[in-house]
Nanobody
Framework: VQLQASGGGLVQAGGSLRLSCAASGRTFSSTVMGWFRQAPGKERDFVTLILWRGTTTLYADSVKGRFTISGDNAKNTVYLQMNSLKPEDTAVYYC???????????????WGQGTLVTVSS
């Protein structure tokens, strides 16, 4: 499975961005798509996930109510709509694919290259 993340950029606090993650290859081998983020000098943290062929989702408390994950099965693409962005959301955002419904980073088998989101105050 190859993952290509895009959509990052610079936005002011309170603004919105939509990230995309396009999957190719043996996508049927992965049932869960997730987004993680890594702020400068910090560990990579879970943000949200979605069942690849369903609508079940899970969110980190820090983004609940502001971020929405969705998927387009026909396009093999997962989206992350980010609203009401805060400076603390600044990070490199990574999409990942795996076979287990989990927030554990190590359980994901495939990773995209990351896309930088910078939120200015």
């Amino acid at each position: 499975v190859q993952l290509q993340a895009s959509g990052g950029g610079l936005v002011q606090a309170g603004g919105s961005l939509r990230l995309s993650c396009a999957a190719s290859g043996r996508t049927f081998s992965s049932t869960v798509m997730g987004w993680f983020r890594q702020a400068p000098g910090k560990e990579r943290d879970f943000v949200t996930l979605i069942l690849w062929r369903g609508t079940t989702t899970l969110y980190a408390d820090s983004v609940k109510g502001r971020f929405t994950i969705s998927g387009d099965n026909a396009k093999n693409t997962v989206y992350l709509q980010m609203n009401s962005l805060k400076p603390e959301d600044t990070a490199v955002y990574y999409c990942a694919a795996g076979g287990t419904f989990t927030t554990t980073l190590g359980a994901y088998d495939y990773w995209g290259q990351g896309t930088l989101v910078t939120v200015s105050s």
